[in-house]
């Protein structure tokens, strides 16, 4: 009479397998989206803003360290307000 199929964790079947996956790759991609984020903001901010040696590359942007710390804060503070509403469901 009970038609409910149980399948185990390790089975291509487990929608748990499944949820782990998903939320595995998508950790990756954070934190690929993290160091790409900051590897971003060596190439776009040149070097003459911050007092250190001219190179061969010079960025664009004349941002300060603090508007770079502004940047930064903001990727990190909006990671972290994005997990709130996915931990409520």
Known sequence: MNNTNSFPLWSLQS?????????????CIEGLMRTN???AMI???NLTAVMQ???SFNGDLLWTGQEQAWV?????VGSLLVVFPGSKY
């Open 53 to 55: 040696f001219k190179q």
């Open 43 to 45: 190439c776009m901010v």
């Open 15 to 27: 929608v748990r397998l499944r949820i782990i996956i998903i939320l595995a790759i998508a950790l």
């Open 72 to 76: 930064f804060a903001a990727f990190y």
């Open 37 to 39: 984020m900051n590897m």
